[in-house]
């Protein structure tokens, strides 16, 4: 068996350095807010394990409110790739979560303010196979709720799927069969990134007026 990688949530606060033999993590530091009676948001938390499940190397990823990490994969590389979802909070002030200079999208997409509302962006994010260096990290999504469902590692790309939450989620292509503002939060993207985050590729729509489909699961196949 080769080395095991896992990605999921945490919301206790870690304290001192996680457990890396390659070196210091990217971030030991637990990032989410303490609430009322010490409840506390999450915070994504990614781990490498070797072949007897001993624990290699750790690190967090997150802003101050729920970050929620869904899926991991490995590039030829052996780049780490984690995708999920990163929300505010019911105030004005956008979560901030870890990105790098020059990816598609740096900016948390919400309106100015949504009273007893949360917003919900998917982000994507790349670690070194030692997770000490975050390589590169973007966001995507609408000024409302986004979901994620899946993501897959193409031949020097990325894709990933789940459901749009408002008209303005970016589309490059145009949107398959037309579909109702009431009916939009339902309806699956499929957005394609290059490797270095860098461009969104492609991204379509997959709806209509009466129906909608919520994509679960995303891969692809050589031609």
Same mark, same amino acid.
Request: no cysteine.
């Given at each position: 068996?080769?080395?095991?990688?896992?990605?999921?949530?945490?919301?206790?606060?870690?304290?001192?350095?996680?457990?890396?033999i390659?070196?210091?993590?990217? $971030?030991?530091?637990?990032?989410?807010?303490?609430?009322?009676?010490?409840?506390?948001?999450?915070?994504?938390?990614i !781990?490498k394990?070797?072949?007897?499940?001993?624990?290699?190397?750790?690190?967090?990823?997150?802003?101050?409110?729920? *970050?929620?990490?869904?899926?991991?994969?490995?590039?030829?590389?052996?780049?780490?790739?984690?995708?999920?979802?990163?929300?505010?909070? $019911?105030?004005?002030?956008?979560?901030?979560?870890p990105?790098?200079?020059?990816?598609?999208?740096? !900016?948390?997409?919400?309106?100015?303010?949504?009273?007893?509302?949360?917003?919900?962006?998917?982000?994507?994010?790349?670690?070194?196979?030692?997770?000490? *260096?975050?390589?590169?990290?973007?966001?995507?999504?609408?000024?409302?709720?986004?979901?994620?469902?899946?993501?897959?590692?193409?031949?020097?790309?990325?894709?990933?799927?789940?459901?749009?939450?408002?008209? $303005?989620?970016?589309?490059?292509?145009?949107?398959?069969?037309?579909?109702?503002?009431?009916?939009?939060?339902n309806?699956?993207?499929?957005?394609?990134?290059?490797?270095?985050?860098?461009?969104?590729?492609?991204?379509?729509?997959?709806?209509?007026?009466?129906a909608?489909?919520?994509?679960?699961?995303? !891969?692809?196949?050589?031609?």
């Amino acid at each position: 068996m080769e080395n095991v990688y896992a990605v999921g949530t945490t919301k206790i606060p870690t304290y001192g350095d996680l457990p890396n033999i390659y070196g210091k993590s990217y $971030d030991s530091t637990f990032n989410s807010i303490v609430e009322i009676d010490n409840i506390y948001y999450e915070d994504t938390i990614i !781990t490498k394990l070797g072949n007897n499940l001993t624990v290699l190397a750790q690190t967090l990823l997150g802003s101050e409110y729920r *970050d929620m990490g869904e899926k991991i994969a490995l590039d030829s590389y052996g780049n780490i790739y984690v995708s999920g979802t990163v929300s505010d909070h $019911d105030n004005d002030i956008a979560p901030n979560f870890p990105v790098t200079e020059g990816v598609y999208d740096t !900016t948390f997409n919400r309106e100015s303010y949504q009273k007893n509302g949360i917003t919900k962006d998917i982000f994507v994010s790349k670690f070194n196979n030692y997770l000490t *260096d975050l390589l590169a990290s973007t966001l995507l999504g609408s000024v409302k709720s986004d979901s994620f469902s899946s993501m897959v590692i193409g031949s020097d790309e990325i894709l990933i799927t789940g459901s749009a939450g408002a008209r $303005d989620f970016p589309l490059l292509t145009s949107i398959q069969g037309e579909v109702s503002p009431e009916n939009f939060a339902n309806t699956t993207y499929i957005s394609k990134f290059n490797s270095d985050l860098t461009n969104l590729m492609e991204s379509t729509s997959i709806g209509n007026r009466d129906a909608t489909f919520a994509a679960k699961d995303i !891969t692809t196949i050589d031609n």
